[in-house]
């Protein structure tokens, strides 16, 4: 449930796991184009008949998503700015080890998305005031629901809605995807631009085991229970 840095691997599989989302839509007989002028990059229209709307697409290498919060208006970016009426996510099926890397695609309606961002953010707040997620408020695709650790909260999104389908990673490409689409549709961190995190000072100073969890996780904008440390003498 954190940001995955940009290798060329990394980046890869994001471009691929993309371009399989423009595909699936476009097999359900939708046009799909670009939103002009809608500064987001993940975003798309799509278009069959009269019915046409905007869905926002994002990948997963860890069978987590995330939408960014306005803490000046609540508002999610990326979906409630842009009106979007269903979030398609495509994700890696790294739990079944030792088979062939398929894409999972799941197709939400954006109020559930909505809805279980909410309850997930609102739980984490009252946790932790201070929690930063100003790169993503992360929802568990698979994880059960549940109360602890406050990131299970609104959890088990992909087990409500089970993939739609079920794609090889890898295969013939019909579709254009610059690494600009990427921005905000996966976790992708440009290893130059991460700042060096906030030193923390040693054990042997006084710090505390729970004092460096909560510094930790505010480096890194998780929840504290995310964190693990392992003390070997």
């Known amino acids: 449930m954190t940001n995955i840095y940009a290798t060329p691997e990394k980046v890869q599989y994001a471009k691929r796991l993309f371009e399989i989302g423009i595909e699936y839509l476009e097999g359900q007989g939708y046009e799909v184009s670009r939103v002009p002028r809608a500064g ?9 008949g009269a019915e046409e ?3 926002a697409i994002r990948t997963s290498q860890d069978q987590w998503f995330a939408f960014p919060r306005d803490g000046g208006t609540g508002k999610w970016m990326g979906m409630d700015d842009v009106d979007v009426q269903r979030v398609i996510v495509v994700a890696l099926n790294t739990r079944e080890e030792g088979k062939e890397k398929i894409a999972l695609v799941h197709e939400f309606p954006a109020s559930e998305v909505r809805d279980r961002l909410n309850r997930n953010y609102e739980a984490r ?3 932790n005031p201070s929690v930063d997620i100003s790169h993503g408020n992360w929802i568990s695709l698979y994880h059960k629901e549940a109360s602890e650790p406050t990131s299970f909260v609104a959890a088990g999104i992909g087990l409500a809605f089970p ?12 579709v254009d995807v610059e690494e600009e689409d990427l921005k905000g549709a996966d976790g992708l961190v440009d290893t130059a631009s991460v700042a060096a995190p906030t030193p923390v000072a040693p054990l042997d100073e006084g710090l505390t085991i729970p ?10 904008g998780v929840d ?5 440390i392992t003390v070997e003498g």
Do not use: C, H, M, Q
Request: proline residues 7%.
């Open 40 to 48: 987001k990059k993940s975003l798309r229209r799509v278009k069959k």
């Open 53 to 55: 709307f905007n869905v």
């Open 125 to 127: 707040y009252l946790a």
């Open 163 to 174: 993939p739609v389908d079920r794609i090889p990673l890898f295969g013939t490409v019909s």
């Open 211 to 220: 004092e460096a969890k909560r510094r930790l996780a505010l480096t890194f």
């Open 224 to 228: 504290p229970s995310a964190i693990k």
